[in-house]
């Protein structure tokens, strides 16, 4: 099995991100033109994937594990993605496994009073992550560029301007030792409308229904038209964005481990240098 999987992971690996991924800004980037229901990085059977991502789950808790120890970086994995596109089930099936110590994560709703009297960044500062931690975003700054776009509660010169501002948040944090990892999680609307139906007609999941995800279905062109203007504004080369074909949650998971596997095994992590006086040291 062992030398099936690394077969694997060499066809993986000849396989081209430069499609799925954005680190520059381009005004003519088209998210419609990406498919969401596309499966670059599958191994040709939904089981061969499966045993992939658990292979890597275990690799990413022993990854995570020097990442700690090393304590000189930082890495913020940033979700977006409408409703039902798995952010959720994305961050338990790459971070499931890790240890609890230096891992966590953030979700963002509607901005609290207070969080409304500040800069729309200034509650995103507060929870990102510190040296040797990872910090996985559900939702994120982003939410400021998509939601206020939609409803019509900014305008396109505000919003060319936050777009900007978030190019420099996350040039502050990259430049600061953070790795940005943002990926937006794309889902078809076809999809969608079978899993919010799932959730009704579950009733372990009609907890997670909720009668404005419907509202926000309608404006689903919209969306689509904000998430496209707001990667095509803020794909760069500190913090690129990678677009996750979504219609297939196990392909989703596999393709964000993958890139998590990527981003962690590029920052020739080690153990901090020994104690010399412990090399003599015994225990009785």
Known sequence: MAHRLKKEEA??????WAQWRLSAPDPAFSLAALDPGAKPFSLGSKTADREQLDALALELDAL???????????????L??????????????????????????AAWGVPSQNERAHDFL????????????????NRSHYEDVLVPVVEGQIDAEQTARRHAQINDFE????ESGTVVLKFLLHIS???QRKRLQQRIDDPTKR????????AVRLKWDAYQQAYQAAVAATATPWAPWTIVP???KTHRNLMVALAVREALQGLALRYPDEDPSLRDLKVV
Do not use: C, N
């Open 207 to 214: 907890w997670k229904f909720q009668a404005g995800d419907l």
């Open 80 to 105: 977006q993605g409408l409703d039902t596109s798995g952010k959720d089930g994305t961050l338990r099936a790459v971070f499931g496994r890790m240890s609890p110590i230096g891992v966590r994560t």
């Open 246 to 248: 979504a219609d297939s």
């Open 171 to 174: 040039r502050l944090l990259t």
């Open 64 to 78: 995570q594990e020097l990442f700690y120890a090393d304590h000189r970086h930082k890495l913020l994995v940033v």
């Open 122 to 137: 200034w509650r995103i500062h507060a929870q990102v992550p510190a040296a040797g931690e990872i910090v996985g975003f």
């Open 11 to 16: 066809q993986q690996k000849a396989l081209p």
């Open 189 to 191: 609307a076809d999809e």
